[in-house]
């Protein structure tokens, strides 16, 4: 692996350096090792995101869920720490924060999402306190255990917001995880448990809705569908939730908690949803069962 940011052209330039991205890396280089491959990350250290809610879960350590980004580059890569500030795919090239551009012969798009915490009115200035809490945040996943570890009886609220979102399980793993402590600690029968979805149904593969019941129905948790966290107060422990009902008529209801653990809505990174590559919702077009993109097919 080689740290540098003077890389002008490429064979394989990869936006990103999460786990998308140097595992693509990875499997390309133990194929062609002698490719020309190129990973444009800014960040110091890399993050296995999957592992925050078992810390959120007290299964894991926060701290074994982070290392060095130069220590995850596959050997025979360069890494180039900036951001990706434009595509422009007519001239196969990519302008860095730093203002240089990359030309490439092949993207690969791994950017991931952002996280847009702001779309919920009043998160921001709660969050990390007040019960309110995320498993999508490294440093908020061990307030998570810290609050459902130490919670006796009270009402526990778990959110996930509309599709799109990275892990559509995470925001019930949370729950079940919590679930499953309070069961084995023998206080389940004094926690209230609600679990609000954006979406119409508890799980978009059918197959794993029954097998998942089986949790729900164990911890007693009450289901609420299409119904989406709009605003909280974390002072007042109140959220506002917008609910949906089969004729498409929305009311806003409003509910108390002792704990509430957020998911936040997920949008496409600015990189990408200004770039020729973007579908009109904002994300990377492809074709589903190639992962290409349909009209500039490198």
Avoid at 201 to 230: D, H, I, W
């Amino acid at each position: 692996m080689a740290n540098t940011n003077s890389k002008t052209e490429c064979e394989v330039l990869i936006i990103g350096g999460g786990s998308a991205g140097i595992g693509v890396a990875a499997s390309i280089l133990k194929r062609q090792p002698n490719l020309d491959v190129v990973i444009i990350e800014p960040s110091e250290m890399h993050y296995y995101q999957p592992a925050f809610t078992l810390v959120g879960g007290g299964a894991f350590k926060a701290k074994d869920t982070v290392r060095p980004t130069k220590s995850v580059i596959p050997n025979g890569a360069t890494w180039v720490k900036e951001s990706a500030e434009k595509i422009d795919p007519e001239q196969n090239s990519v302008t860095l924060s730093d203002g240089s551009t990359v030309h490439y012969e092949q993207l690969i798009v791994g950017t991931g999402l952002r996280l847009a915490w702001e779309k919920i009115e009043g998160l921001t200035e709660t969050l990390g306190k007040n019960g309110v809490t995320s498993n999508y945040r490294y440093d908020l996943a061990p307030y998570t255990w810290e609050l459902i570890s130490s919670i006796e009886h009270g009402k526990v609220l778990f959110t996930q917001p509309p599709m799109p979102i990275k892990c559509a399980g995470a925001p019930q793993k949370a729950m079940y995880l919590s679930g499953d402590h309070w069961f084995k600690r023998g206080n389940l029968n004094q926690m209230d448990i609600e679990f609000n979805l954006a979406t119409p149904g508890l799980f978009g593969v059918k197959t794993y809705v029954e097998p998942l019941m089986q949790y729900v129905n164990k911890y007693r948790a009450k289901l609420v569908f299409t119904s989406n966290l709009v605003k909280i107060d974390g002072k007042t422990k109140t959220a506002w939730f917008d609910i949906k009902d089969a004729d498409g008529n929305v009311t806003q209801v409003e509910k108390s908690f002792d704990i509430i653990h957020v998911v936040p809505p997920q949008v496409a990174p600015t990189v990408v949803s200004e770039s020729p590559l973007a579908d009109a919702g904002g994300w990377c077009e492809v074709n589903q069962h190639t992962l290409q993109h349909p009209t500039f097919t490198n």
